[in-house]
């Protein structure tokens, strides 16, 4: 069960994804990892217009994994760099690239397995943060 937090509004879609925790398979094609039987699963859901945010994804069993978020703002079902808003597992500080398989690898148990992501959003030119709240 994800928690999500640090959304910029309410607009769009939420799509997380599952992939197995493995430097060669994080964030790759989801045709390439499913033809070759690898682990990948989605979920995607409009964006609730009020009240905390969860959404439930299954793994196929206990293990390691790596979760990735995106709030896709305008709905085109792509990333857009300066619109949409993107958080991994884990909620490892992020650069242009892409986070290391290791700092976002987490264990989901044989239950329901509670964690949290934030949502990060483009600050600047060349960040991606978590936006500032008044107050914190």
Known sequence: MVAVDGLKDRAGLLKLEVYPAVAGDFLADDNVLIAAGKTFRRVEMPT??????????????????????LHDRDSNHKFGLSVDGIGFSRNPKLGLGRPAVASVRMAAGAGITPTSITLNYRQGLFSFAPLRRPGK
């Not at 609730?48 to 978020?69: E, F, M």
């Open 48 to 69: 609730p217009q009020q009240g905390p945010v969860r959404l439930c994804i299954r793994v196929p069993a206990p293990g390691d994994y790596a979760l990735s978020l």
